[in-house]
């Protein structure tokens, strides 16, 4: 009987000390004897945050920020944000070809006219100046900065896209070396939607005429 109290005793300690205390708030940090990563320095979903200034735990985009597919000069000027596609049907807009060969000019699917031709120049200069100028060079001279770093880029004429000539390389070969990459260069069809490879040919183009009206020096 004596066993039987004692062992009673212990176990009504065992269980008010085990599950007694749960969910009680303490003042002073718990004692951690392994520190498995209960607590940490992390933002909590929309709660406070004391690390910010303002005090706001979740954070707000930075200015600027443009969420997939959003193209504002689209939506102002072209009435509507264009349709964001990476591949799709045949044809010459999805392809550049036109059977087996490379057609020329922008295809009808950019419902192109005056007003929006400038809007899709401007898409294409900021689609350039992203994705092709560090290789390509601001210019299209071939002379981005990576030339510096030993890619040769200008090694290749044709890659001198300001001087490219629209016979030997027309507009549905850019679209298929964007789409599909060339040697050296990789293909750029999975982060550039169809639209924008279009806007950075009609970019290219003011490129070329810009390259075409300059003086010539030897
Ligand atoms: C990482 C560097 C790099 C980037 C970025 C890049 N290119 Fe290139 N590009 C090259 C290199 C290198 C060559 C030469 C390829 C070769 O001869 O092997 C080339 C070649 C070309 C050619 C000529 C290919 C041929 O048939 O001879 C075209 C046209 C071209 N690039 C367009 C573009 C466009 C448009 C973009 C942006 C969407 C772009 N490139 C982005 C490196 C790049």
Known sequence: MRYFFLIYAII?????????FRGQQF??????IFPDMDEQDVLRAQKPDAFFANGQGGRLPVPQTQPRGFNEDGLRELGGIPEYEFSGDTGYYYTGQIGDYFGNGMPEELALTADHATALIRRGQAVFTINCALCHGPSGDGQGITSTYGVPVAANPNAKLNSISPTIYPDGRIFNTITQGKGLMSAYGPNIPVRDRWAVIAYIHTLQAAKASQPKTR
Do not use: H, N, S, T
Not at 12 to 20: D, K, P, R
């Open 12 to 20: 009504a300690v065992l269980v008010v000390g085990i599950f007694g």
């Open 27 to 32: 003042a002073k940090p718990p004692l951690r």
